[in-house]
């Protein structure tokens, strides 16, 4: 069977199909809207086979590509050999972006690192609001990617696979787990520009839920216009006048449905209430005022300035609120050039604001059920690019997590002396989806939909691995 | 094949349990469950061997364990795994049936688990003499016979029913039936007046001249082209990246028009893939040929041309399998298909066939070839001959124009002269004030040291304020070439194949890995599983790989074809997997429906109006959708077509409904692209350039859903909420959802605000009578009948407590009706106006009015 069929008899198991059940539903909830407490979106997997550590992930997308080597990824032995030549051993025949065929030069770290957190971790000294947490956080220096241009690479990322076409990791987790919020959907994205102008495109694919139903998709909360695409009245017409003729659609529809028998009908009422509530429940969710001057000092942030410190603190609310996956994209980490003063606005937008989300998620309770993920879609050169900047790389790049399921204050794996290449425990990104999934309760290699002749996986083909000793 | 009554039921029972536990099911669940009778190969077995064992056991020989193949019968019995009519001595049986973890197959890490009556399935086939079957699609089809006179199709189909004791549904009424034919041959609603035509009509053919009618619309190739955009992946922008637009909208006037034209599907194919090497090729053959330039490109600046090029040929061998074979070639990009007989081999061979297509690898894409009528080329040829001509005027004074420069900066130089714009009392403009100063400083410099800039500014100086020498035939050029480059500008133009002199090296990459240049060199050839062409001693060309896709001999094309035809008919293929008829796909419920489909499509000469007429001219089609609950029990899917099938219309479609109820549609044909409005900020995520959305005005604002601009990277929101792909893949097959988002659209996006306010004008204008002869107005306009007694109890007071409201509030009724661009008729009452809006909208917005049943 397949998942499509698999839902249209769902629907009708837990709909029923006669016109009066279904308008009853709808009367009830049109009454009055906010009373409407919708059953949670239920998933397809029936129990999970792993204990469930994380409820929810908020991933934390460093899009362009953020150097390991001004971040978390501390080498003093690049800064030794800094404008000298690339021991050739190392670069020999390898995939480079940019720099493919140019002279290759060390390029040392162009900001000092400082030991912090419990164990007295060295990052970047321009870091040290997340340095102030290291303790909740385990860092991957090990990691690596397929791809080396943005939009494969964020494909591969997002799906574990650089072929459009494929679900993102938040639809796959939609798709097996549902989702707890009954009037949102329960996969969100948030997007947030840098101020260094390296603001890389990022193509509505990467949210996309492929070959799964489409209400699995991410949808996108905007900062500027409607939050969510038409979800506000036309001009004139109230939430009153709106709510008559939502009202009116559903005893038309039910009256069909009593004639036809169409199964359709009853999600399709199901759906304007859905989008009623959505269009109560959203500007309440948008509206930070009812935070306080504590909580907007934590994240360093004012309502509504669009920045990512700000989509942290509505990625706790939408938590809060019950939606399973949170993606944040904060752009600008495409530094090709000027990498040291571009490493200083992205700490500058971003430090704070992660040290904030996990603080807020811990004294509210919610950090242990909560898996946070930090990662770009691949690491940058050690050589120079142009003198000031580093070329894309997929070799070696840092990745963190935190939260649900997560040994914090250590460290994971290892890049060689210059951060060229991982070498010790190196990790792939379907080993990241697949202690993603192992933290949520899912087992990553048994969790497959049929697609175009093959069991798919979010994990892929090859075996990936559980990165079991970060767990907790 | 009789199946009784017993065993349709515990088909229904297996049915439930697989729901319960999420198992897939086995396709024809009726036969599956059929009692002792003979077990076939590829109906019973193959699907259970496939899923459960190939991946280990099969094509793959990277992959494959013990040295074991079951997907070849000499290999399996040779290795002892089947001993034909002797399932206790097939270790394959033993196997299966052991419980020691480390022994059973499927092994437990791969999550795959055989349930009893596999088990039993298997056992029985090995005791019947475990006879193999070629699978299904690679045999060439065999047409049955059906009785003269007789529908192909309805014959077949009942000869099936009756084999399952099921009968066919009754005939739908005739308001159905027209708005089910409009939906899917137009892709529109019919008009009222073109219902109560057909109901009216008594003559025995009428059913059969509404057919032909609909045939002869134009309208029809628009709705045709929707799929076949799909699988092809049309789109507007190129989709990696910068997400840039390219030129390539006549190639979906040329799909259009080969459906309107009943151009002849191998024609259809040919000019797709070869278009350009056809012997008496042409602009129309060319405009086909951009089908091989439809794929992603990327114009990134750290991109690696041997990525990309081995991006774009694995991208042209899907699209290749997508459209055309049904095979799920890209498996063998990295490795021999898990599941089919195709090879990594094949896979690169295929890739060779369009290793001679001109493309930048890491580029923009070109202007691409100009489509024109024989006017324009007439017009451009002569634009061309004149600057070309003013050229050589131009040229030949050139010489003696530079000996003036120089006379003219030697004496500026030598006589210290200060250019007029820079004099105290100039009136000249900053910008010739700022000219004149980079003159000075050009001057300033050693003529030796000037560099290009300085050069050109000198010259441009000199040229344009300081000389009149050779005026005329300086004019002249910049005349001839403004206008051949204005005229050029206005032409359209589109991508297309063109052949280049020294053809892209194709090789094996061992595990699809660009970097590895350690791989075989291959030549253009076809899978080797497939028959061959008849072509020796040269190399094979794209044009004969066209030609194979569309020969007698290939067993796959017309049989792919026609699945997708039919789905657009009942809303599923015959083989329910439209991208893959392979091992992994699913055996069509009526395997020889689907062969005499596609004999008769080759038979008719691939005449594909022909098949249209065949399909929806027969019985089957013309059944009612609505099941009896006993119907709904035997056949929950409707796979056996006891019925017709209800379903949502397709993104484009719910649009041009919309668009035609309410009167502002516009219906011409083709021609680039329209932008419906958006919500600002929509594309901000695009860099390279920034990009805003201006949203056409006028009529483009109101032309078919098919004409939108596709924007791979975020195509418009509207045409996401109802599934429309974004064409970043070949997609044989829409998801069709049902969620909130396409609620959302409906009710505020502007187009259906407009259409509503539209609809309203409308009905106020034409209608005169009652507010319920105007509800009985507009519900014809929309659903092509009268509303029920309990809809108009539920719609008229809707009505009145809308009016009431803006007539208290009308300033909302002006804020609402200001909606879009379409003028308020100045001579109605605009509470009255905006009540009957939300009338509209109510209408627009049902179930039943996006639905064809």
Known sequence: ???????????????????????????????????????????????????????????????????????????????????????????????????????????????????????????????????????????????????????????????????????????????????????????????????????????????????????????????????????????????????????????????????????????????????????????????????????????????????????CLLARRLAERGVRFIQLYHKDWDHHGGVKDGIKFKAEEIDRACMALITDLKNRGMLDSTLIVWAGEFGRTPMSQGGSGRDHHNKAMTVWMAGGGIKGGIVHGASDDLGYAAVDKICTVHDLHATMLHCLGIQHDAFSVKFQGLDAKLTGVEKASVLKDILV | MVHGFAGRRRGLSMLVIGLAYGWPIASPIIAAAAGPTAVEFNRDIRPILSDNCFSCHGPDSSHRQADLRLDLRDDAVAAGAIVPGKSAESTLVTRINV???????????????????????????????????????????????????????????????????????????????????????????????????????????????????????????????????????????????????????????????????????????????????????????????????????????????????????????????????????????????????????????????????????????????????????????????ALAAAKKNFDAIVPQLNVAQQQWEADLVAYKVMLPELAADSKASAGDKNLAKQVAASLAQEAAKRNGNDKKVLQDYFRTKATQLFKAERDGFAKAEQERNGF??????????????????????????????????????????????????????????????????????????????????FGTGLSRVLDDLGAQGEPPTNPELLDWLACEFMDAKWDMKHMVRTIVTSATYRQTSVASSQLLAADPYNRELTRQSTFRVDAELVRDAALVSSGLFVPTIGGPSVKPYQPDGYWENLNFPVRTY???????????????????????????????????????????????????????????????????????????????????????????????????????????QQLAAYKADTKAADDLLKTGFASVPADIDKAELAAWTHVARVLLNLHETITRS
């Open chain 1, 1 to 311: 069977m397949n998942i499509h069929e698999h839902n249209s008899l769902a629907r009708r198991a837990f709909l029923g199909r006669t016109a009066q059940g279904v308008g009853g539903v709808a009367l009830a909830a049109l009454a009055a809207p906010r009373s409407l407490e919708a059953a949670p979106q239920r998933g397809v997997l029936p129990s999970l086979p792993l204990p469930q550590k994380a409820k929810r992930v908020i991933w934390l997308t460093m899009a362009g590509g953020p150097s390991h080597l001004e971040t978390f990824d501390h080498k003093p032995k690049l800064a030794e050999l800094d404008d000298q030549p690339m021991p050739e051993s190392m670069t020999k025949g390898q995939q480079l972006a940019q720099l493919q065929g140019q002279k290759l030069i060390c390029f040392g770290p162009q900001h000092p690192f400082k030991p912090m957190g419990p164990s007295g971790t060295h990052i970047c000294e321009l870091f040290p609001h997340i340095g102030s947490v290291l303790g909740d956080i385990c860092l991957i220096n090990s990691m690596t990617t397929d791809a080396i241009n943005h939009d494969p690479a964020h494909m591969f990322m997002n799906t574990g696979s650089q072929i459009a076409g494929r679900p993102s990791m938040g639809s796959w987790v939609t798709y097996g787990l549902g989702s707890e919020a009954a009037d949102l959907p329960g996969f969100v994205v948030l997007t947030s520009l840098g101020r260094g102008g390296q603001n890389q495109p990022i193509a509505a694919r990467q949210w996309s839920s492929g070959f799964l139903p489409s209400k699995y998709q991410g949808v996108q909360l905007r900062g500027k216009g409607d939050p969510v695409l038409y979800l506000t009245n036309p001009n004139g017409i109230t939430r009153e006048r709106q709510g008559a003729d939502i009202h009116a659609i559903n005893l038309l529809n039910a009256q069909h449905d009593a004639l036809t028998g169409d199964p359709e009908i009853a999600t399709r009422i199901a759906q304007y209430e859905m989008a009623f509530a959505m269009q109560a429940s959203v500007p309440g969710l948008m509206d930070m005022a009812a935070e306080g001057p504590q909580t907007l000092d934590l994240y360093g942030c004012k309502p509504g300035d669009g920045s990512f410190a700000s989509n």
């Open chain 2, 99 to 385: 419980t020691d973890p480390d022994e059973i197959m499927p092994p437990p890490e791969s999550h795959k688990k055989l349930d009893a009556k596999q088990k039993e399935l298997l056992t029985r086939w090995i005791e019947q003499g475990a006879e193999y079957q070629k699978h299904w699609s690679y045999e060439p089809p065999v047409k049955a016979d059906v009785p003269a006179g007789t529908n192909g199709i309805d014959h077949l189909v009942h000869k099936r029913l009756s084999a399952l004791g099921l009968k066919p549904s009754a005939e739908a009424d005739r308001r159905t039936l027209i708005r089910r034919l409009s939906f899917d041959l137009l892709g529109l609603p019919p008009t009222p007046e073109e219902v109560a035509a057909f109901e009216q009509d008594t003559t025995p053919d009428a059913y059969e001249k509404l057919v032909d009618r609909l045939l002869a619309n134009p309208h029809y190739g628009e709705r045709m082209a929707i799929g076949w955009l799909d699988v092809v992946r049309f789109a507007d922008t190129c989709g990696y990246h910068s997400d840039k637009p390219r030129n390539i909208w006549p190639y979906r006037d040329w799909v259009i028009k080969s459906f309107n034209d009943n151009r002849p599907f191998d024609q259809f194919t040919i000019h797709q893939v070869a278009g350009d090497l056809l012997p008496d090729a042409d602009q129309d053959s060319r405009v086909g040929s951009a089908f091989n330039r439809l794929l992603l490109s990327t114009d990134e600046g750290g991109a690696q041309a041997k990525d990309y090029e081995a991006r774009m040929l694995t991208d042209r061998v899907r699209a290749i399998g997508a459209t055309w074979l049904g095979q799920t070639t890209g498996c063998a990009q990295c490795h021999d298909h898990k599941f089919d007989p195709i090879t990594a081999r094949d896979f690169y061979s295929l890739g060779a066939f369009f290793a001679d297509i001109q493309e930048g690898i890491i580029a923009q894409r070109e202007d691409g070839m100009v489509v024109g009528t024989p006017e324009e080329h007439k017009r451009l040829a002569e634009l061309d001959a």
């Open chain 2, 488 to 569: 050029y500008a206005s032409l359209a133009k589109c991508l297309v194949s063109v052949k280049s002199a020294a053809p892209r090296t194709v090789r094996i990459l061992p595990r699809g890995n660009w970097m590895d240049e350690t791989g075989e060199v291959i030549k253009p050839a076809l899978p080797g599983y497939l028959p061959q062409p008849k072509i020796e001693g040269r190399e094979l060309t794209r044009l004969d790989l066209a030609e194979w896709l569309v020969s007698r001999d290939n067993p796959l094309t017309a049989r792919v074809v026609m699945n997708r035809l039919w789905k657009q008919f």
């Open chain 2, 694 to 800: 201006p949203n056409d005005v006028g009529e483009k604002q109101y032309r078919r859903g098919l004409y939108t601009w596709w924007q791979r990277m975020f195509l418009h929101p509207s045409m996401v909420a109802f599934d429309a792909p974004s064409r970043e893949e070949c997609c044989a097959e829409r998801t069709r959802s049902n969620i909130p988002q396409q609620a959302l659209v409906l009710l505020n996006d502007p187009s259906y605000v407009e259409a509503s306010r539209a609809l309203a004008a409308r009905l106020l204008t034409e209608c005169s009578g009652s507010p319920e002869e105007r509800m009985a107005w507009a519900w014809k306009r929309v659903l092509q009948r009268l509303p029920r007694v309990e809809e108009m109890e539920t719609v008229m007071p809707l009505y009145r």
